[in-house]
């Protein structure tokens, strides 16, 4: 038995917005902003977010019983 992945995290802007999406359904999204980048917090996805140009963005989907997905940056 093989154990699924969950599909990356994908990135839309949309009315200076960012919307975070992972085409693995039922999955969530956790998302990391600039200082918070590689240390073990993680923000919940759940509406579009707002962020300036110069700061950074990593985010990760998961589903129980699936693999996580990578970490993908904007």
Do not use: C
Not at 30 to 38: E, P, V
């Amino acid at each position: 038995m093989v154990q699924p992945k969950t599909a990356n995290v994908s990135f839309t802007k949309s009315n200076n917005a960012l919307i975070l999406n992972s085409d693995t359904e039922g999955a969530s999204i956790g998302y990391q902003l600039d200082a918070q980048i590689g240390t073990n917090q993680w923000n919940l996805y759940h509406k579009p977010l707002k962020i300036n140009k110069n700061q950074k963005l990593v985010a990760r989907a998961i589903r129980i019983g699936y693999k996580a997905s990578e970490i993908t940056n904007y």
